[in-house]
């Protein structure tokens, strides 16, 4: 089982940060490109490509953000439809407790709210003991000088297998089942 839950985390992960990091890449680069036309399109000197630069860094933060957020949900439904190492996540029906063949979205919000809920929680844990061995070793920086989308992405991940630990092993609607 332990093998089964490592390789459905990185299936996750991975599905996870490429769509989130491609289609924020793309939203980042057609909201740039907005800009640039909107703008007139100056010729493109050193400092207009800077601008454009900062622009597009900018933009990404914050469509990689929502783009990461859209898949979350998006990316929860693919963990019940895949086998993996022999097994796979099944749904539960409510009222006869046996395996859906046909999951929708409808399907698993209940399942999802409960698990991002989890995920949440493990976040905020760790941003609370990074901000405790902060404290401990002197540091003088505040919470706002190292908090970012980035760093948040990385507990994201790192919770995530946590969450679908819980999931697996403590959610009455799913169950492991061969394939």
């Known amino acids: 089982m332990g093998k089964f ?23 980042a680069f057609v909201l740039t490109t907005f800009f640039y036309i909107f703008y007139g399109m100056p010729s493109l000197s050193e400092d207009i490509l800077h601008a454009l630069y900062e622009v597009f860094s900018w933009s990404f933060a914050f469509t990689w953000s929502i783009s990461f957020l859209l898949f979350l949900f998006r990316e929860f439904l693919s963990v019940f439809e895949r086998c993996i190492v022999g097994y796979k996540l099944q749904v539960l029906d409510c009222q006869t407790k046996e395996p859906l063949v046909a999951i929708g979205y409808g399907d698993i919000v209940k399942i999802w ?33 190292f908090f970012s989308i980035y760093l948040l992405y990385v507990f994201v991940m790192f919770s995530g297998y946590i969450s679908f630990l819980f999931l697996i092993y ?6 492991v089942q061969r394939c």
């Open 5 to 27: 839950s490592l390789f459905l985390w990185l299936f996750w992960v991975k599905n996870i940060t490429l769509k989130s990091f491609l289609y924020g890449a793309v939203f």
């Open 113 to 145: 709210r409960r698990w991002f809920f989890v995920l949440i929680w493990l976040v905020a844990s760790c941003f609370i003991l990074l901000s405790a061995l902060l404290y401990l070793l002197g540091s003088t920086q505040s919470f706002r000088e």
């Open 170 to 175: 403590r959610c009455k609607k799913t169950k």
